[in-house]
């Protein structure tokens, strides 16, 4: 079974850093595009970061320049490097990713979407 195991949330004072981690475990065939959302109370879950299989990534206005997207393909590990961080960043963030499931399984060769757990990151003084 796969699953989206995430880390490296919690609370950190303004202009401090963060590095989130997701890792995909269990058994699968292949790992497509990930990214990384946040969703505070009474919000919808809304998108922060994308990478590609490939390595190419695209970010929303709010966190250019601040947060970094990463990928080890070898740890089958996505990553969310947040500095700088503002008190408006503080959320649950999910990792997102499409992965295929060994076809033996499923008896397809097909993506689907994972999601991790959430960890919270709050930015206060």
């Known amino acids: 079974q796969v699953q989206l195991v995430e880390s490296g949330g919690g609370l950190v004072q303004p202009v401090g850093s963060l590095r989130l981690s997701c890792t995909a475990s269990?058994?699968?065939?292949?790992?497509?595009?990930g990214a990384w959302y946040r969703q505070t109370p009474g919000k919808e879950r809304d998108l922060v970061a994308q990478i590609t299989s490939g390595g190419s990534t695209k970010y929303v206005d709010s966190v250019k320049g601040h947060c970094t997207i990463s990928r080890d393909n070898a740890k089958n590990t996505a990553y969310l490097q947040m500095n700088s961080l503002k008190p408006e960043d503080t959320a649950v963030y999910y990792c997102y990713q499409e992965i295929m499931p060994c076809p033996e399984t499923t008896g397809v060769y097909k993506f689907y979407d994972y999601w991790g757990q959430g960890t919270q990151v709050t930015v206060s003084s």
């Open positions: 269990g058994t699968f065939f292949n790992i497509n595009d």
